[in-house]
């Protein structure tokens, strides 16, 4: 088995953190740049910045926000939220990210994958996919866009084989029935992704204890988890977390 990475999301709306639950009920928790470097410091692998308003409102990302932010960790950073060109991503990228993060555009015009993976590399560009079950779509989970707020006509696993295609270099499957409940990641939509396409998928959505990232790793065949919730309350510390999988021969990058 190959190292698993543990990823803290940061959801910012109004330059806050906020958490909610399955996509409703947001509660602001405190300051991404404040927040950002603490995670930082315990040994988290990545992070997640979402903007999580922007495709809605119809505005561009807080960009000094995330400038503000990069300059605070040192370790691989994706951002994402109202990216709608490669002006856009250029800017993301110059204020200081790894990695571009485009759902609702990506749906909107998904041209934008060629270009982005043309001009920066695949490994910059992720595919962010919020799905919800759904009987009437072909693999029994449909596409949501602007925050989880609108229904598509896209299949998920449809979309993430296309996305691949078109040179996503990774994918973060966030299901929207799991979200905030602290009850565990949706298994059985993880390892259907993650068996459908070569590039790494992260697990997102309903992390409450550990064990439910042993269970993503093993079961689920995610390459990475995303957490916010059994962090951002002070549950646990990343180091924890870490410890605790290490300890069940899941391998992880060991905490400075």
């Not at 543990?6 to 109004?14: G, T």
């Not at 404040?34 to 561009?60: C, H, N, P, Q, W």
Request: charged letters at 25%.
């Amino acid at each position: 088995m190959l190292q698993k990475r543990v990823i803290i999301c940061l959801d910012v709306r109004e330059g806050k953190t906020t958490k909610g639950i399955k996509f409703k009920g947001n509660v602001d928790l405190g300051d991404p740049v404040e927040m950002a470097r603490a995670y930082y410091e315990d040994g988290v692998d990545e992070l997640v910045f979402y903007d999580i308003t922007a495709s809605a409102e119809k505005r561009g990302i807080m960009i000094d926000v995330v400038r503000r932010v990069a300059e605070q960790i040192f370790i691989p950073f994706s951002v994402g939220g109202g990216l709608g060109s490669v002006e856009d991503m250029r800017e993301v990228l110059l204020a200081g990210a790894e990695k571009i993060s485009v759902n609702t555009q990506a749906v909107s015009n998904p041209g934008i994958i060629d270009s982005g993976a043309a001009l920066f590399g695949n490994q910059c560009i992720v595919l962010g996919m919020d799905v919800a079950r759904d009987v009437s779509s072909a693999s029994g989970y449909r596409v949501y866009t602007h925050g989880g707020r609108t229904r598509t006509q896209l299949d998920a696993l449809q979309w993430a084989r296309e996305a691949e295609q078109r040179g996503a270099g990774e994918i973060v499957l966030n299901s929207i029935d799991a979200d905030g409940t602290k009850e565990g990641y949706e298994l059985n939509v993880t390892r259907m992704i993650s068996e459908a396409v070569g590039i790494p998928v992260v697990a997102s959505g309903g992390a409450g204890e550990p064990e439910h990232l042993a269970r993503v790793f093993r079961e689920g065949n995610a390459d990475a988890a995303l957490i916010a919730s059994m962090v951002h309350y002070g549950k646990y510390t990343v180091a924890q977390i870490k410890s605790f999988l290490a300890a069940r021969g899941i391998p992880v990058r060991t905490t400075v």
